[in-house]
């Protein structure tokens, strides 16, 4: 990928904000969707979309053609910050019936996790758009189970939307990596769908990059070879460091003949990259998460098993 310099960048929105929310993968629980309102109007900010965000057909928001016009209204709106309402399955039917340059002529401020990795690795892709990885209007706003982690997830979500630049809280890894400072692109983040984009114009080529997986209920094996699929494909090579986040129920199946274990699958990637593998990072398939701004400039301070990262010049000036 070209130099960060060269791609194109969100509007920042003010807060409270005009919020869309938008449903292009699988469909939402009507009580976690207008708990997730709920929390959103509380926070001052105005939000549209939500008829669209309840349509349900098979197990999507809708059927296909449904789920683009939802797309389409977003982005002929005044909404300035644009909230997926969930992840699941449901936008690979649709990255090539998306109109990526108009997505990027938008200056929306997109953002989501999980199916929603798909959108924003053909963002950087096909229209050379930063987009944001973090929560979703109808999961981590709707969440009031573990409040502490709702406020950290929040608070994050702010300090990102607040600058220009942000370092992210300090993390220990599991294993001491001496000192260096990394400076990269950070892009990532879900491990199955970024494999599931290999050899597909939608998979962004980054150089130098600062790779950031995580995934939920994968079996150990499964996450190893999606990461060795990555390897065949050159892209690990091109990595400056690799930060892993949480993989959350991945475990071997219990009373397995021969258990194969996430520690395991660490060891062996570390055998095959040149760079640091880092745990331990605060995002995934978990309740207490940061927002990541994807295809931003990017540094790693690492020192011994601590390491911070920092990113920047993610909104237009």
């Known amino acids: 990928m070209a130099s960060t310099a060269t791609l194109l960048r969100p509007r920042r929105p003010a807060w409270p904000a005009r ?3 938008l449903a292009l993968s699988g469909a939402i629980a009507p009580e976690r969707l207008a708990a997730g309102v709920q929390r959103l109007t509380e926070h001052g900010c105005t939000v549209q979309g939500v008829d669209a965000a309840q349509v ?15 797309l389409d209204a977003v982005l002929a709106s005044d ?5 997926f309402g969930r992840g699941g399955y449901g936008l690979s039917r649709l990255l ?6 108009r997505v990027a002529a938008s200056g929306k401020a997109f953002c989501g996790y999980s ?8 963002a950087l892709a096909r229209g050379r758009f930063i987009t944001f990885a973090g929560p979703v209007a109808a999961g ?4 009031s189970e573990d409040l502490a982690a709702r406020e950290f997830t929040e608070a994050q979500f702010l300090a990102v939307l607040g600058a220009n630049t942000h370092v992210y809280p300090r993390v220990t890894s599991d294993i001491d990596h001496g000192r260096a400072v990394v400076r990269g692109t950070l892009w990532g983040t879900n491990l199955a769908m970024i494999s599931h984009l290999v050899g597909t114009p939608f998979m962004p080529a ?17 996450v190893e070879r999606m990461l060795h699929q990555l390897r065949l494909a050159g892209i690990l090579e091109r ?6 986040g949480g993989f959350t129920d991945c475990d071997s199946a219990p009373g397995a003949r021969f258990p194969y274990t996430m520690p395991e699958v660490v060891e062996t990637l570390r055998q095959l990259v040149p760079c640091p593998v880092l745990t331990g990072f605060p995002f995934g398939h978990i309740t207490a998460k940061v927002t990541l701004p994807m295809g931003a400039a990017a540094e790693l301070m690492i020192d011994g098993a601590d390491y911070t990262l920092a990113v920047r010049d993610y909104w237009r000036d």
Request: hydrophobic share 55%; no cysteine; net charge negative.
């Open 115 to 122: 199916d929603v990795t798909a959108f924003s690795l053909a």
């Open 239 to 244: 990595q400056r460091a690799i930060v892993l």
């Open 79 to 83: 909404a300035d910050l644009v909230l």
């Open 140 to 143: 981590d706003f709707a969440q």
């Open 19 to 21: 919020i869309a929310i």
């Open 96 to 101: 090539d019936r998306i109109d990526w340059a």
């Open 206 to 222: 980054i150089d130098d990059g600062i790779l950031l997986i995580e995934d939920i209920g994968e079996a150990p094996y499964r």
């Open 56 to 70: 349900q057909w098979r197990y999507f928001a809708g059927d296909d053609a449904a789920r683009l016009a939802a």
